[in-house]
Nanobody
Framework: QVQLVESGGGLVQAGGSLRLSCAAS????????MGWYRQAPGKQRDLVAI???????NYADSVKGRFTISRDNAKNTVYLQMNSLKPEDTAIYYC??????????WGQGTQVTVSS
């Protein structure tokens, strides 16, 4: 099993920054794909950013140029640096991890609220 624990959410004014962290434990591999999704009230869960074991990244168009995903395999942690935050970034942010067997794991979610 894999456990993912997020931290770093909170309330911030528009234009501000937050950094999310997600620490993994359990049956994890450095080859795992890691990422972040978000879900706003009444909407589906959408991809925010994803990073491969080779550190290739992919971002949702809405966050390109503002958010940066990174990973530290030694700490089994993935980060999401969020800058120039907008009210429409308000959502619950979920950490995601997928291994080579296509097993998928989710964190419990952390709330990000951006006030205008």
């Amino acid at each position: 099993q894999v456990q993912l624990v997020e931290s770093g959410g909170g309330l911030v004014q528009a234009g501000g920054s937050l950094r999310l962290s997600c620490a993994a434990s359990g049956s994890i591999f450095s080859s795992d794909v890691m990422g972040w999704y978000r879900q706003a009230p009444g909407k589906q869960r959408d991809l925010v950013a994803i990073i491969s074991s080779g550190r290739s990244t992919n971002y949702a168009d809405s966050v390109k140029g503002r958010f940066t995903i990174s990973r530290d395999n030694a700490k089994n942690t993935v980060y999401l640096q969020m800058n120039s935050l907008k009210p429409e970034d308000t959502a619950i942010y979920y950490c995601y991890r997928r291994n080579g067997y296509r097993d998928e794991y989710w964190g419990q979610g952390t709330q990000v609220t951006v006030s205008s």
